[in-house]
């Protein structure tokens, strides 16, 4: 496949494959949140963890009746769009959004009987300045706002209203993060993470059958972790067990494997999650794909 060419500026904004900033207000993403997205770190003009994102988008179309998109046309609009941007930004670093939307038509709430999606990119400059740097131990709070149960649980859909009112109420508190609960009072995640809890070489995370949405970072880390000697299962975990465990984390897309000292009164130490940091960063940097080879 030939390489696409790259527009001169450096735009930050793409709508299936051009560059834009502006989309109808009819489309169904808005009027609805039907649609879903996910979240890339690109770092050194690398794409990290491409195969997880990838099986989230596939997943998602299927749970939510899309057709799946092109791959290599996909590809081909992501290479485009990056390399517009970190050209002409002069970076090397930034973080891609990519959002799935079924695009304008239907009637109210009924889908159209033939899908045309319409395939958002936002392109913001990186948080990390250094993915090989450690991550800094954060304390944690406890959210007041719940994860709500639901039948779409593990996709990370755009109806993300509970998250933008837990990560406003723990970052006015005061914390790096927050851990959420759901209605049954079982722990589902962070404000913008996964959370695992180490006890005795095992890591524990919880089941997402109820609640949440399951992380590209959590969906490698579960194959990664057996690997370094533990146990891994996915449990109904209380919030007795956090402040029972040995260690405790969060992953994220961008961010990665992030240690916690601190869970309200209960500190923790970091040793185990500071070797699991440093294996899912060889994995990622052994694992990246360069921008230029991705088509």
């Not at 949140?33 to 491409?50: A, E, K, R, S, V």
């Not at 304008?104 to 889908?111: F, I, K, L, P, T």
């Not at 593990?154 to 970052?171: C, H, P, Q, W, Y």
């Not at 993470?193 to 959590?218: A, P, Y």
């Amino acid at each position: 496949m030939a390489s696409p060419s790259v527009v001169s500026l450096p735009v930050d904004t793409w709508v299936n494959g051009e560059p834009h900033s502006t989309m109808s207000i009819h489309d169904r993403g808005l009027q609805y949140g039907d649609g879903f997205f996910t979240t890339i770190l690109i770092n050194n003009q690398q794409i990290l963890n491409w195969s997880a994102h990838w099986q989230r988008i596939k997943h998602s179309c299927k749970a939510l009746n899309f057709p799946v998109p092109d791959s290599e046309q996909l590809k081909g609009w992501i290479v485009k769009a990056l390399l517009s941007y970190l050209n002409g930004k002069q970076e090397q670093n930034c973080v891609l959004k990519i959002l799935f939307t079924r695009g304008v038509g239907g009637v109210s709430y009924q889908a159209p009987n033939r899908t045309k999606l319409n395939c958002l990119f936002i392109i913001k400059p990186s948080p990390i300045a250094n993915i090989e740097i450690e991550n800094q131990p954060m304390e944690v709070g406890l959210c007041k706002h719940l994860a709500s149960i639901s039948g779409l649980a593990g996709i990370k859909s755009l109806n993300r209203l509970e998250n933008v009112l837990a990560r406003t109420e723990i970052v006015t508190n005061g914390f790096s993060e927050g851990i959420m609960c759901n209605h049954n009072q079982q722990v589902v995640c962070g404000t913008q993470s996964n959370v695992f809890i180490i006890k005795n070489k095992r890591v524990l995370t919880s089941k997402l059958d109820l609640s949440g949405v399951e992380g590209t970072t959590r969906y490698r880390l579960m194959s990664l972790l057996p690997d370094l000697g533990y146990q891994v299962e996915e449990a109904e975990l209380t919030l007795e067990q956090f402040h029972q465990a040995d260690e405790l984390f969060f992953s994220n897309a961008v961010r990665g494997v992030q240690p916690v000292n601190k869970f309200l009164n209960t500190e923790f130490c970091c040793e185990q999650t500071k070797s699991i940091h440093q294996a899912w960063l060889n994995w990622q940097l052994k694992n990246a794909i360069n921008i230029k080879e991705f088509v």
